[in-house]
């Protein structure tokens, strides 16, 4: 297997010697609302990590940083992070900023008065929303400072370090860390997260948009041992590219027309992979092969000429029979509990969960072919990346799994 560049998600290749300026001294950002001064980097507010947070106040402050704060996925995240209560943002980090208004970047958020400065902040939790390569090359600064390290890029979610010169032509330089790292899905790792939260060392390697859209519409089924044949084929709006410059990505290639891209070689496939073949081992047949059909997924994603959303279609030939009813029980069994995961009848559309963390999922057998079709929806941005980033937050932190993440949809 190779893997060359494809469009959405996978950003310009950045070797992990790139990694961004040295500390230096601390900028210090207001928070939003005229609330106090953010953190500054020394002294009290010293970097405390989930375990020691939880041990001195349970429902305080967590001081957060943000790299790669001008980007999508970060800009996303400061959004989602002025209104979580128990948050405050100790520090932006941008390449080659200074003291720098936060509107410069993110025009939408200049009423919060935010600087984006160079220095690696000093915080409790540090998310990374870097190209790949770049976090796993600052990874051992951040955490030997105590902070959480909360990746949204893919350093940090394949176990295997082999993957990475596989899948993302780099060689991993800091495996000790990735032993340690978890999969940052809260629905199926929960307990993990958790218990990394309790360690000395806390990563965690946030899901990339389409496996968490294709993970979560599958995982009930691969649980069950129930996938024989699979086909995913996905659609993603143009911001899972990110916001650097690309021809591909101009609005007269995009508009009204669609196109797949990332043939049999999407970074994406890795993951999906990786965590499919668990949820087999984790079900009632015990073994990483209970499904043939995910030992090498079949993905095909498309670029669709919209801003946000991800629709994943999953059609699987089932290892047996099944019934609707049976679907519909493996389900709700999965996710009746989950906060963010609707099951619904009818098959979902990006706009449903625009601008939420939800993921909206459509599970049919077809009576005439006995096949099953697994539909899912996420905004790429929120469940995808931002909003997930905040629930793993809230996991480690010990808060409940939706705090700051009430938001619903945006429609139309
Ligand atoms: N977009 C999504 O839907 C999505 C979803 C899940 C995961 N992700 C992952 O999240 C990460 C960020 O994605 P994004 O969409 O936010 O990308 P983006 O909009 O292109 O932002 C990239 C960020 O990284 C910074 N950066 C780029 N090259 C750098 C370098 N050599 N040194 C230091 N900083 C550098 C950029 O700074 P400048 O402003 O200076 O260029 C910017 O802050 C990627 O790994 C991506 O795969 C994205």
Redesign the pocket.
Known sequence: MTATRST?????T?TSS???APATAGSEPTSVGGASKAASNAGSERALGPRAYRARSAGGTITVGII???????GELVRLLLHHPNVRLAGLH???RDNQPIAA?HPHLSATGLVIDQAIPQADAIFT????G?AAGMAAEIVAQGSALLD???DFRLHDPADYPLWYKFDHPAPELLAQAVYGLPELHRDEMRAAADRQTTVIG?P??YPTATILTLAPLARAGLIGDLAVDAKSGV??????PKADLLFSEVNESVKAYGLFNHRHTAEMEQELQAQGERGPVGRRDANPGVAMVDFLPHLMPMTRGILTSCHVRPTRPVTQAELDALYSEAYGNEPFVQVVADPPSTKHVFGSNVCRICVKVDPRSGRVLALGVID??VK??AGQAVQALNVLFGLPETTGLEQFPIAP
């Open positions: 959405p998600d996978n950003i310009s950045a790139e990694g961004s790669g704060a001008t980007g999508y996925a970060g941008g390449r080659n970047s929303a870097l190209p790949h770049l949204i890029g893919p946030l990339g948009c911001s899972g590219a990110g916001r650097e790429n941005l995808g990346a």
